[in-house]
């Protein structure tokens, strides 16, 4: 009696199982038809779309135009800033370029058959199947897709005609530079895009209203990303007028690097120069050998700041800066070699004195008991000179490129 209650309950329970399990193994077997079926209507209305009369050699017309060009909306999402090089006056950017516009050709709305569950958009990986913008980027020098693991980039055909294209590409771009206030200076740094054929009256490139340009926080070593300012530049050549756009990113170098690795070092060589108006007079070796080795070092340390910097036609603020160090030190030197001088013609003038006086000379004043020989009065008056003229010198110099910076 036990083994029939044991297959009864076996059977209920399998039972029980197969009301559960079986609907469903039912429902997901429509459910992952449905996918290859609606790969398969992509697939069928990619064919018809492209495999027809489509060129892709031809421009759309009309679309969202008004006057049958073909305007394409643009914007840019910046994913790095590798390299700003003053030397060369270039940057490198690492950044993905997204374009949209209508082409009626590629409609397919009607070509859907399934209006219960339409396809969203179509997605192609192959840019030369479809018209593309012969976009170009004026300021480029050289440039590289990105193609690891596969190329990056696709394309979205929505059943309205829009085409939306993204790719991802790496550029060094030319930036010209004005480094008349450097290392106090902010420079503005282009992406210029432009059409390279098609005139105004066939294409025009404009911004995406609404953020047109995404930037991430980039931490760059030498600058600070301020902002970006978007604007038109259709440029007009001898063959007619073409649509560009671009973007100007204002980069501030920061300061605190040069301060501690030009002018406090500058500053502190300056000051060292003056330990020779307190030494003696007669330690020509001593004197000599601090103010030869001071101005060797600030002549290297020039040659430093301005090895990574490109050989422009103008004075710039560190040049202002370095050569005025420089003269100071220079100006140290030679008061040296006015003192020695002076020392030597008191010697002269005393032992002439003592020959035809038979004594030395009886000097007056409250300086000249103080200090009676002329080389020391010059050391004095060196000591306090040499300050002043460095403070009033650091004064006009901060002043006049603060305000301009």
């Not at 429902?27 to 038809?33: C, D, I, S, V, Y």
């Not at 031809?58 to 909306?73: A, C, F, H, K, L």
């Not at 000379?361 to 010059?378: E, H, N």
Request: charge should be positive.
């Amino acid at each position: 009696m036990s083994k029939h209650l044991q297959l009864i309950k076996c059977l209920i329970l399998c039972g029980f199982l197969a009301t559960i399990l079986v609907p469903t193994h039912c429902q997901l077997r429509p459910f992952g038809a449905s996918r290859v079926e609606k790969r398969q209507r992509e697939k069928k209305i990619l064919d018809k779309i492209l495999g027809g009369t489509y060129d892709s050699n031809i421009r759309p017309t009309g679309g969202n135009s008004t006057n049958g060009e073909t305007q394409v909306t643009v914007n840019l999402a910046v994913n790095a800033v590798s390299k700003i090089d003053d030397f060369n006056m270039e940057y490198s950017v690492q950044l993905t370029q997204r374009m949209e516009w209508s082409d009626d050709r590629l409609k397919f709305f009607q070509l859907d058959e399934d209006r219960t569950n339409p396809i969203k958009h179509l997605t192609l990986t192959d840019v030369s199947k479809i018209w593309m913008p012969d976009i170009f980027f004026i300021n480029e020098k050289a440039g590289n897709f990105h193609n690891i693991i596969k190329p990056n980039v696709y394309i979205r055909i929505f059943p309205n005609g829009v085409v939306s294209i993204s790719i991802r590409i790496t550029l060094r771009l030319a930036c010209p530079m004005n480094l008349v206030l450097f290392p106090m200076d902010t420079q503005k740094c282009a992406i210029i895009m432009a059409s390279y054929a098609w005139t105004t009256d066939d294409l025009i490139f404009r911004w995406r209203e609404e953020n047109p340009v995404q930037l991430p926080d980039l931490a760059l070593p030498r600058f600070t990303m301020q902002s970006n300012i978007t604007s038109i530049c259709d440029r007009e050549t001898v063959t007619g007028k073409y649509s560009c756009i671009r973007v100007d990113f204002v980069l501030t170098r920061n300061f605190s690097f040069y301060l501690t690795q030009m002018y406090i070092p500058c500053i502190m060589l300056v000051i060292v120069s003056w330990v020779s108006f307190w030494l003696d007079e007669n330690a020509v070796p001593a004197r000599t050998a601090l103010g030869i080795t001071t101005l060797l070092t600030m002549a290297t340390q020039q040659a430093n700041m301005n090895k990574n910097l490109p050989p422009v036609s103008y004075t710039k603020a560190l040049d202002v800066w370095s050569g005025t160090c420089l003269a100071f030190i220079f100006c140290a030197l030679l008061e040296f070699a006015l003192v020695n001088y002076a020392t030597r013609f008191d010697k002269r003038t005393k032992a002439k004195i003592h020959e035809h006086v038979g004594h030395d000379p009886v000097v007056g004043g409250w300086l000249s008991r103080r200090y009676p020989s002329t080389s020391k009065k010059i050391d004095v008056v060196a000591r306090i000179l040499f300050p002043l003229l460095f403070i009033l010198f650091n004064i006009v110099y901060w002043l006049a490129y603060l305000l301009n910076a």
